[in-house]
């Protein structure tokens, strides 16, 4: 390992720099220091909500909570917790402050672009040209956005880039600890998405060719072993998650699959449609998107030149990817943050691309490939750029709830309702973003919870926007109004 840092000390400069410069031009700084907010603040809010009640209930580490409280006492689970429970450990040690799973998660992503930075310059020699798989990752405002988020995708995501960058490392000078790495980081991005299992399967692909085909001496059965006990460490997981939410009653967490054989033709005409005005262009520029292609081709004419090894894991893993976003079609109505695992496949294809550029472009052809790349890759970050002015502004785009529920806690502890007490909040559709935002456990209007529901089963208070309030079905309740913070009542049951 220190051989590769000194010998990439230049490369992982620049893509330092790069992270540092695009974080700055695409506001960054706003988004690391934001509470859940924005595109999916749903799903945002239940991340935070496990760490926090981590933190503050003092559970175990496979006693997962969340605040909703449709599961029997909020017990669910579905990714591997651990950057939750770590987050919460933070919360312990320098006083809450729910950004540091942003920050946390944007660092591990950043040390996923170093160690691809140092696994591409196994297959790239160019000093300049070794950064661009990096680069090009940093090109992706959904990657780049879910970088500094609460969700596990991108971290996920990082993980088997990291997995990868050993294994390639392994590859080319084959050491125990360098396998053991690679497959121990594979299947925690394994664990807390299962999706990001692709690289895993292809990496095992490649170990059972080399036993069993070539004979291979550097992948003995310790190799198989070591991979299918990885393996077994991720069903054992999904086992652990299945049991703990039949025991904790709480089956709002996708745990299967949602393929396009089950959708109905308008939703798939729907998807398609939103896939191409909305998905892509945060997946990446429309100027790299229509240049795969040629580089596609550009590929099969010099098929030859490929790197056996990138080859290899290259065919599965396509076939993987196809199959991954046919088995989840249904999810990509309005989950954007699904399409992230499938951007192992454009990481290692960007790989054996330049990889092949390399060997097959003259000197001069090859400096003038390196500037036009420079670039379309400023040009292309002015694309990006634009998709985070859509997530921090554009109405369609941004589903903050009432601005009040970020500050309303202080107030709620101030009329004397403990943290610990039940509340309605009938203004929120989703399972725990008012809940996690006032920190106080009970019901939303998710699943059809009506407010006498919520009562039969405890809940003490109501949180109801004004407008609401004055809606036919609360109105009664206007005489039971103990206070108001920023166009929030505050209901007594």
């Not at 394994?190 to 292809?202: D, G, P, Q, T």
């Not at 393996?231 to 393929?259: D, H, I, P």
């Not at 090894?309 to 065919?315: A, C, P, R």
């Amino acid at each position: 390992m220190i051989h590769d840092l000194k010998k990439s000390w230049f490369p992982i400069l620049l893509v330092t720099v790069a992270f540092t410069v695009l974080s700055a031009y695409y506001g960054m700084d706003y988004w690391l220091s934001q509470r859940p907010c924005s595109v999916h603040v749903w799903r945002q809010s239940d991340c935070a909500s496990y760490a926090l009640n981590y933190y503050q209930n003092d559970r175990g580490f496979f006693s997962p909570q969340v605040h909703h409280r449709h599961a029997i006492d909020g017990s669910t689970t579905s990714e591997f917790p651990v950057l939750y429970y770590l987050a919460s450990k933070f919360y312990k040690w320098f006083g809450f402050h729910d950004q540091y799973i942003r920050w946390m998660d944007y660092l591990i992503f950043f040390v996923s672009l170093l160690c691809l930075t140092v696994a591409s310059g196994y297959y790239i020699k160019n000093k300049l040209m070794v950064t661009f798989p990096a680069i090009l990752l940093m090109m992706s405002c959904v990657v780049v956005y879910y970088a500094a988020n609460y969700l596990p995708d991108v971290p996920a995501l990082s993980f088997a880039i990291i997995g990868f960058s050993f294994f390639t490392r392994y590859v080319h000078r084959p050491a125990l600890w360098d396998f053991i790495l690679a497959i121990g980081f594979s299947v925690l991005a394994a664990l807390l998405k299962i999706s990001s299992a692709l690289l895993l399967i292809c990496m095992f692909i490649y170990v059972l060719d080399q036993r069993l085909v070539r004979k291979n001496p550097d992948y003995g059965w310790s190799r198989v072993f070591i991979t299918v006990f990885g393996f077994m460490v991720v069903f054992a997981w999904l086992y652990y998650v299945r049991v703990y939410n039949e025991k904790g009653q709480y089956f709002g967490n996708l745990q299967g699959m949602m393929g396009i054989w089950d959708c109905p033709d308008e939703k798939i005409a729907y998807i398609r449609q939103r896939t191409r005005e909305e998905w892509m262009p945060a997946l990446g520029s429309w100027k790299l998107i229509y240049l795969f292609f040629p580089a596609l081709i550009f590929m099969f004419v010099f098929f030859r030149k490929l790197d056996r090894t990138l080859t290899f894991i290259l065919v599965p893993l396509f076939f993987g990817c196809v199959f991954y976003l046919i088995a989840f079609f249904g999810v990509f109505d309005v989950h954007d943050y699904y399409f992230i695992n499938v951007f192992a496949f454009p990481v290692i294809f960007s790989l054996a691309f330049f990889n092949v550029v390399e060997k097959t472009l003259p000197p001069l052809w090859l400096k003038g490939f390196v500037v036009l790349a420079l670039v379309l890759f400023a040009m292309t970050a002015e694309d990006t750029e634009a998709q985070f002015t859509n997530r921090k502004y554009h109405t369609g785009w941004n589903s903050s709830p009432p601005k009040g529920f970020y500050h309303i806690e202080p107030y709620l502890r101030s009329l004397g309702i403990n943290r610990h007490d039940l509340i309605y909040s009938p203004s929120d559709g989703s399972t725990n973003i008012t809940l996690y935002l006032a920190n106080n456990p009970g019901w939303t209007k998710l699943f059809g919870t009506t407010l006498q529901s919520a009562r039969d089963r405890g809940a003490k208070y109501m949180l109801i926007t004004t407008e609401m309030l004055d809606s036919e079905e609360f109105i009664q309740y206007k005489g039971y109004v103990i206070g108001e913070y920023e166009g929030i009542k505050v209901v007594k049951l």
